[in-house]
């Protein structure tokens, strides 16, 4: 801790200088846009509807903030529309497809007995 030359991360000043603070909508604009990333680069779908849903919560303390512009605001609304959309259609693409294995294993009845 300290002890090689030019490394000064045992000092209070060291930890002090990597940290930051960042105005409040900012850093919920910054969160937002990891969530999205985390979605797109998923491996599965389990933590999706909630990243999703989360997003969706994110853009819509955005359009409420009154600190940024209405043009901004108008295309957080825009973008929390089309976030909102798109979960419901993955949420009904889920439930068809829970349907559809249930259905699988379902026996369909011959055309004729003989």
Known sequence: ?????????????????????????????????????????????????????KIVTNLEALVQAQALSPHFRTMLWNLQARWQQQGVQEHASAALTAAEQRRALWLTAPEAVQ
């Open 1 to 53: 801790m300290g002890t090689i030359p030019g490394d000064n991360t045992a000092t209070p000043e060291a930890s002090h200088d990597e940290e930051y603070s960042m105005p409040c909508m900012e850093a919920l604009l910054a969160g937002t846009l990891a969530l999205m990333t985390g979605y797109a680069q998923a491996c599965c779908d389990s933590h999706r509807e909630a990243m999703a849903r």
